[in-house]
């Protein structure tokens, strides 16, 4: 079993910075894609970025060139580097993990942690 834990969520002025963590335990391995969503209120869960073993990453577009991830896989750790925030990046953030690819129906996610964004 895998277990994910997130943290560095918190309140943010637009413009400002946060990173979030996310804390892998348990059967995972250095392959494994790592990466967030996040879900505001009413709202569907959207993919955020990931990262897989080898380093590679994708973003979704509206995120390109203000967040970064990155993981540290002797830590089992993804991290999310969000610079230039928005209030609409105000969300629950969630880390998921799948061996393969990460979609909506990926087997193993965090509870979340909450990024507010104010004006």
């Known amino acids: 079993q895998v277990r994910l834990v997130e943290s560095g969520g918190g309140l943010v002025q637009a413009g400002g910075s946060l990173r979030l963590s996310c804390a892998a335990s348990?059967?995972?391995?250095?392959?494994?894609?790592m990466g967030w969503f996040r879900q505001a209120p009413g709202k569907e869960r959207e993919f955020v970025a990931d990262?897989?073993?080898?380093?590679?990453?994708y973003y979704r577009n509206s995120v390109k060139g203000r967040f970064t991830i990155s993981r540290d896989n002797a830590n089992k750790t993804a991290y999310l580097q969000m610079n230039s925030l928005r209030p609409e990046d105000t969300a629950v953030y969630y880390c998921a993990l799948d061996p393969t690819k990460l979609t909506l129906r990926t087997r193993y996610w965090g509870k979340g942690t909450l990024v507010t964004v104010t004006d």
């Open positions: 348990g059967r995972t391995f250095s392959t494994d894609v």
């Open positions: 990262i897989r073993g080898n380093g590679g990453t």
